[in-house]
């Protein structure tokens, strides 16, 4: 552990004042259901990321992804039907055959035939869905409420006699009818399913509604909450987070996010929520430093790059620009970070060659350099260096010479310039600007 | 209006069935304080936007990008303090001179010396702030909580005395001492602010804990109130959204969400989330199909790419590629997808070049080509197009030219090869694959 990495102050929910600990009428017993400090990860990548536009993953690139998942952690992974193509089938045998540690699912519509097929593949459990949306049940399988019903209690009941888990989901949960919900999720709990799962298919549910659902559901059956939410409005960590603290047990995540559209709950991110309500328990669990060998595994895979505003690895996502953060996280990083970099294997930078810089990441800058300057000298040099960052985009070059050359000016006022190896070198007079050079 | 769009069929939560609607016992009460549809929108691009890693905005691109801002239709442009460097005064100068809808404001520490610059420029408004959690009160100003309470009183007065609108914000609200934070909302509320900002600076924050403090203060303050959410947690969002539900009113959004570290909400990320709230609010009030135009200018400004899986935008939010997929987004648009693409200009599409691909998908192609199956040969040349994806990636002109080689297999079985311009054209020999030759 580096001093720096020693100095990071953790704050955390449980430790932090917040409004609702706050409450001077005592925890909400509600919380109790919270499953935030007692999660599990479903990763889809090789189901829902194979879904998404740009995925085409060979044998060997699934088996090396499995395997990469595998290392960092994930309870669950999830593999594309058995029925979607041979290959299909195939590498799901193959992937059942490595002799993870995670457990192997797959994904199937909610039909016999799917069913036959998947328990034959080898998988520790099947996760079975079905639409139950008007949308879907009008324009996908045109099937009513009752042949649902029917089919599932078949299915399930099929898959659990081969002694494998099984999952129910109803597809687009949130635009279901609720009693229609209720009364399936009642009747496949009774049967004794492991799971049974609420999606949000197309991406609407906002984390109010998610609360709401989840917690009534948590009141009808008695197996555990499997959730998946997509991301089309830019909600699926936040309801991922609300859905644990409603009581829900599992999430489906996939590496970047990558699914249908523009996917669903990426594992990064989730891992950026988690980390902050219950750091004891996301670190112990999941190798976090491997993170970001995972995305750039599946961002190579499915040639897409990292995306810039990526929680934890975008290229920025530690790094401190403004003079006024960058002073307070010099004195101390929990400032202005609830991450600390060092737990997913990242660093933080001080961004100080800029317009926006203060006086205290330059007087950084000059400790970094070994100079000595007083406090009033680097505040003198910071706004010579806010001036030329008016000018002109500022690098770390533009700023070592302003202060060098302003360092060489105040400690050799009448010194005359020494001639040392005057010889081997002449006077410089390239087109070098001014500023880049160190006065002697 | 397309054919295509009329086909769209809304889904919005107003109209949905979803838990909360469905409730027997009524609306709740305490959605009539709800700003889901009578929100405002303070654009920050520049100024948090300033804050991102890679951003340098010479004056004529902050020009562009406010004209753009206001054209789009944001209600408020937040820039830089004008004591953060010379040039960034006069810009904020330059700004307020070009007589845009959009109010202008600028963003001060709250200190007189910040405050007289400030209303010097020409601004509609200028938002102050400064930090009350433990953390920035110990490691960023050092005052305590009667100081910060002087100097606010000090400088909203000032500001005031002026005739332009004044916002309070707390920095690191979410870490801050809740009986502190209201304590002081209540003073500027009495001296008669104009908005109070709480601020998730470094986005630790959840969307109950968001609703809980909106909702609180709610009953402390009578004016407006603002929320600030960085995304370091992937909640910023959602966030927003929950705070418009427990009756805050504007949000500080940027273009892309460019801001300190990875970010804030993005403008774009919240108009999908906002459409499916209340789609007429939105619509009549932003100009959604000018969203693209926005982000790419401040995308290449600030040397980024769009990230692949952005909301609206990401180059496959309305891509549709899974068979079941595929099959029902061709039935009805409203099956698979909450947002309609042409609401922002876009278009949808259906990715069928692959082996996940359904006849469904195939049939659709089918047609297109101008070419006539049966549903049960589209299934069969379905097979054929899956097989082949199993073996590698397919792009369109493959599914193309199986589609029309098993076309012209079917439809001239016994017919010996035409001999049209034989003379011209002698037979194909080159290495092309046989699947990408039609037969006649």
Redesign the interface.
């Known amino acids: 552990m580096t001093a720096e990495n020693k100095a990071f102050q953790k704050?955390t929910?449980s430790t932090?004042?917040?409004?609702?600990q706050?409450n001077p009428y005592g925890p909400n017993p509600s919380d109790f259901l919270s499953n935030v400090a007692n999660f599990q990860l479903i990763d889809s990548t090789l189901r829902e990321g194979?879904?998404?536009?740009?995925s085409?993953f060979s044998t060997e690139k699934k088996i090396e992804i499995a395997k990469a998942l595998d290392d960092f952690g994930v309870d669950y992974i999830e593999l594309?039907s058995p029925v979607?193509?041979?290959?299909?089938r195939k590498d799901c045998e193959a992937i059942c055959k490595l002799g993870l540690k995670a457990k192997i699912l797959t994904h199937i519509?909610c039909h016999m035939d799917d069913a036959k097929v998947a328990v034959e593949t080898g998988v520790d459990g099947v996760d079975v869905v079905i639409?139950t949306s008007k949308?879907?049940r009008?324009?996908?399988h045109g099937k009513d409420m009752n042949y649902i019903a029917k089919s599932a209690i078949e299915v399930i009941e099929f898959v659990k006699s081969k002694g494998i888990e099984i999952r129910f989901s109803s597809e687009?949960s949130?635009?279901?009818?609720?009693?229609d919900l209720l009364n399936i999720y009642k009747t496949v709990s009774k049967i004794g399913v492991n799971r049974i799962g609420i999606a949000d298919?197309?991406?609407?549910a906002?984390?109010?509604?998610v609360?709401?659902?989840v917690r009534?559901l948590k009141s009808v059956v008695n197996c555990d909450i499997e959730c998946h939410f997509h991301?089309?409005?830019?909600?699926?960590?936040?309801?991922a987070?609300?859905a644990l603290?409603a009581g829900a047990k599992l999430i489906d995540v996939c590496v970047?996010?990558?699914g249908?559209?523009?996917?669903i709950v990426?594992i990064g991110?989730?891992m950026?929520?988690m980390i902050?309500?219950d750091p004891d328990y996301v670190k112990s669990k999941y190798k976090l430093p491997k993170l970001r060998d995972l995305e750039n595994l599946v961002a190579d895979a499915v040639e897409?790059?990292i995306?810039?505003?990526?929680?934890i690895t975008?290229?920025?996502?530690?790094?401190?620009?403004?003079?006024?953060?960058a002073?307070?996280i010099l004195?101390?990083p929990?400032?202005?970070?609830?991450?600390d970099p060092h737990d997913f294997g990242m660093k933080r930078y001080i961004?100080f060659a800029?317009?926006?810089t203060g006086w205290n990441a330059i007087k950084s800058r000059v400790d970094q350099l070994n100079l000595s300057l007083t406090d009033a000298e680097v505040k003198i040099v910071t706004t010579k260096i806010?001036?030329m960052?008016?000018?002109?985009?500022l690098n770390i070059d533009d700023v070592d010479s302003i202060i060098k050359e302003y360092h060489g000016e105040i400690n050799t006022p009448t010194l005359v310039p020494k001639m040392t190896k005057s010889d081997e070198e002449p006077l410089d007079l390239s087109d070098e600007p001014a500023a880049k050079k160190v006065k002697l």
């Open positions: 704050v929910e932090a004042t917040n409004p609702i706050g194979e879904q998404f536009a740009n085409y594309t979607a193509s041979e290959q299909s519509r639409g949308f879907l009008q324009y996908s687009d949130f635009r279901s009818d609720l009693v298919t197309v991406g609407c906002n984390p109010r509604q609360y709401e659902l009534t991301n089309d409005t830019g909600c699926a960590i936040a309801n987070y609300t603290e970047l996010g990558i249908e559209r523009n996917g990426p991110g989730l950026a929520r902050v309500a897409v790059n995306p810039f505003n990526n929680p975008g290229f920025c996502a530690f790094t401190h620009k403004a003079g006024i953060h002073k307070a004195a101390n929990s400032t202005y970070e609830i991450l961004h800029n317009r926006l806010k001036k960052g008016d000018i002109r985009p």
